[in-house]
T-cell receptor, first 116, second 110 residues
Framework: SAVISQKPSRDICQRGTSLTIQCQVDSQVTMMFWYRQQPGQSLTLIATANQGSEATYESGFVIDKFPISRPNLTFSTLTVSNMSPEDSSIYLC?????????????FGQGTRLTVV | LAKTTQPISMDSYEGQEVNITCSHNNIATNDYITWYQQFPSQGPRFIIQGYKTKVTNEVASLFIPADRKSSTLSLPRVSLSDTAVYYCLVGGYNTDKLIFGTGTRLQVFP
């Protein structure tokens, strides 16, 4: 299993500013994933973060808007840059753990971002 | 990654068995089928995973027909606390990323 600590849990930010979200895992993992979930919607993958290399972004997401750091195998940050109200959402980090019978994803509690 | 299709919502009553079916017509040979549960203000939580036939654990069963183009999550005797969104995902074992579909919003009534 994996325990993920994500912070902040919520924030209210002014448009045009940036927010950095931190994700700490209690074990070493190769890949960490960042998702966005808008109210009442499903999760959308933003990017995959590998330690020691640049993150891989999904269609519609770019590094200038969502820079990601992955300094070691237990930690990652996602920055939401130059925020607008459209960035108001829940952001979640995730890791996958391969067990004996299953590959299981674990998620942080999420960061609820409101941009005003 | 194979796309999945599931009902947007379902209603049930406490004590009933709930079956949620997911279609994944383009599932690949090495893809597994995994179901997650999400409560409001929480991240998704793993429920069950399977490759073929039937898998059962302490909370659910997963039925997968021989052609693997669909799967059914079965929740026995649901309670109010089972009210949540249920996501069906397909991907390779130790896949590099999870792509979530729309999910099924299950509402359990007393």
């Amino acid at each position: 299993s994996a325990v993920i600590s994500q912070k902040p849990s919520r924030d209210i930010c002014q448009r045009g500013t940036s927010l950095t979200i931190q994700c700490q895992v209690d074990s070493q993992v190769t890949m960490m994933f960042w998702y966005r979930q808008q109210p009442g919607q499903s999760l959308t993958l933003i990017a995959t973060a590998n330690q020691g290399s640049e993150a891989t972004y999904e269609s519609g997401f770019v590094i200038d808007k969502f820079p990601i750091s992955r300094p070691n195998l237990t930690f990652s940050t996602l920055t939401v840059s130059n925020m607008s109200p459209e960035d108001s959402s829940i952001y979640l980090c995730s890791v996958e753990v391969v067990g004996g019978m299953n590959t299981e994803a674990f998620f942080g509690q999420g960061t609820r971002l409101t941009v005003v | 990654l194979a796309k999945t299709t599931q009902p947007i919502s379902m209603d049930s009553y406490e004590g009933q068995e709930v079956n949620i079916t997911c279609s994944h017509n383009n599932i690949a040979t090495n893809d597994y089928i995994t179901w997650y549960q999400q409560f409001p203000s929480q991240g998704p939580r793993f429920i069950i995973q399977g490759y073929k036939t039937k898998v059962t654990n302490e909370v659910a069963s997963l039925f997968i027909p021989a052609d693997r183009k669909s799967s059914t999550l079965s929740l026995p005797r649901v309670s109010l606390s089972d009210t949540a969104v249920y996501y069906c995902l397909v991907g390779g074992y130790n896949t590099d990323k999870l792509i979530f579909g729309t999910g099924t919003r299950l509402q359990v009534f007393p």
